[in-house]
């Protein structure tokens, strides 16, 4: 009678254990149950890292240089205001419940480590930036869409350009202070999420390294320091996935050995290219050469067309794939927009002016109080109940 009883808490316990995390094996993703899955993408760009080009502003293009704009339009105290009601309002839960109708079944959360700790100074986190994340990840658990966190933006700077808000050189890489910011930011992302299973892991350095810069000396810098990242995350995590971008706006695989880690993904970014498969190629030589999955972390800004051929090349080679961005104002090339408020112009035309002494900034600045309306239009437009889909573009993602 004790065996029976003991078979039958064996076979219950079996039939009852917890759901598992997105895992891989060999070239797959494999989903909680453990079988093969294609993860279909969307990154939610341009709400915590504001880009120029998708506040329509053209040399204006960083966060910085945005948030400079924003400043000298309506003073610090109400850009501040302006800012936390920006965060509080460009992706909602309703965002999140959309991007799951839409057929998408993951989100990639590209973030600036401004939002968690300074540049400089004592090393102190920030706990309004995991509030929002904590809300983001119990939304993406009630829609069953899955979350890849990306440092988009890395102390010190990784890229080199507007894109992760530096200043002009990828410092991070000769910077022992700035790396420690980078590894202490992930620790901290493990060690309150290792035991999340929404998560799928974490994108360590968003397209490190430009092309501008001299990539024989910055290069074989790349991968040591995903080792570091790497071993500070595994301090707290072992549940979750690591992915790492290649050097050269994360198109370079050559800085790369065998992998360091059972839980590795490689992902690379591919705009304005051929959409055949020749433009993969290398990734998928150096998946199979090693057994480790690829993600295509970045693609878009391109007609329905491109899109289409291009997520068709990647999906006959089981290239999972996360398209840039779910949304944008006055665009067709994302899954949803908005409307762009009515004196928007206005700004645009401040944003890219000769600003370059404080009388100028004084002769071109609008009225503060028609550009505070500006900004509350905006806040409104942006909001998930009045965006609209784009059907091209989702269909072209082979999406409902």
């Given at each position: 009678m004790k065996l029976l009883i003991m078979l039958i808490l064996c076979l219950f316990t079996a039939s009852v254990s917890p759901a598992q995390y997105i895992s891989v094996k060999g070239k797959s993703f494999l989903d909680p149950a453990g079988k093969p899955i294609l993860l279909k993408g969307t990154n939610l760009g341009n709400w915590l890292v504001p880009e120029g080009y998708m506040f329509k502003f053209k040399d204006t293009s960083s966060p910085r240089m945005i948030g400079q704009v924003i400043t000298e339009l309506v003073g610090p105290e109400e850009a501040e205001k302006f800012w936390n009601a920006y965060y509080g309002t460009y992706i909602t839960e309703g965002d999140i419940r959309q991007i799951r109708a839409l057929g998408f079944n993951h989100i990639r959360v590209p973030f600036n480590f401004r939002l968690v700790m300074e540049e400089t100074g004592p090393k102190t986190l920030k706990p309004e930036f995991f509030g929002l994340m904590d809300r983001l990840l119990g939304w993406c658990e009630k829609e069953n869409l899955y979350v890849v966190f990306d440092?988009?933006?890395?102390?010190?700077?990784?890229?080199?350009?507007?894109?992760?808000?530096?200043?002009?050189?990828?410092?991070?890489?000769?910077?022992?202070?700035?790396?420690?910011?980078?590894?202490?930011?992930?620790?901290?992302?493990a060690r309150r999420y290792q035991d999340r299973k929404i998560v799928i892991g974490y994108d360590l350095l968003n397209e490190p390294i430009a092309h501008y810069f001299n990539a024989d000396t910055l290069n074989p810098k790349l991968e040591p320091l995903y080792k570091k990242m790497t071993a500070g995350i595994r301090k707290y995590d072992k549940n979750h996935l690591i992915f790492l971008g290649g050097a050269q706006w994360d198109s370079n695989f050559k800085p790369f050995g065998p992998p360091f880690d059972d839980k590795l993904v490689y992902t690379f970014h591919k705009y304005w290219t051929a959409t055949d498969v020749s433009v993969i190629q290398d990734y998928l030589d150096f998946s199979e050469k090693y057994q480790v999955p690829l993600w295509m972390g970045e693609s878009g800004e391109n007609t329905d067309e491109w899109i289409t051929e291009f997520?068709?090349?990647?999906?006959?080679?089981?290239?999972?794939?996360?398209?840039?961005?779910?949304?944008?104002?006055?665009?067709?090339?994302?899954?949803?927009?908005?409307?762009?408020?009515a004196d928007w112009d206005l700004l645009v035309t401040y944003a890219e002016s000769d600003r370059s002494n404080y009388g100028k900034i004084r002769e071109k600045r609008p009225d503060p109080a028609r550009v505070r309306k500006i900004l509350a239009e905006l806040l409104e437009n942006c909001k998930a109940d009045h965006s609209t889909v784009n059907e091209g573009y989702l269909k072209a993602l082979g999406l409902k």
């Open positions: 440092m988009h933006c890395a102390p010190g700077g990784q890229t080199g350009d507007n894109i992760d808000d530096s200043h002009g050189f990828p410092w991070l890489f000769d910077s022992p202070d700035q790396q420690d910011r980078a590894i202490l930011i992930w620790e901290e992302f997520r068709k090349t990647l999906e006959a080679n089981s290239v999972s794939w996360c398209f840039w961005p779910y949304k944008k104002m006055d665009a067709t090339s994302s899954p949803a927009t908005f409307k762009k408020p």
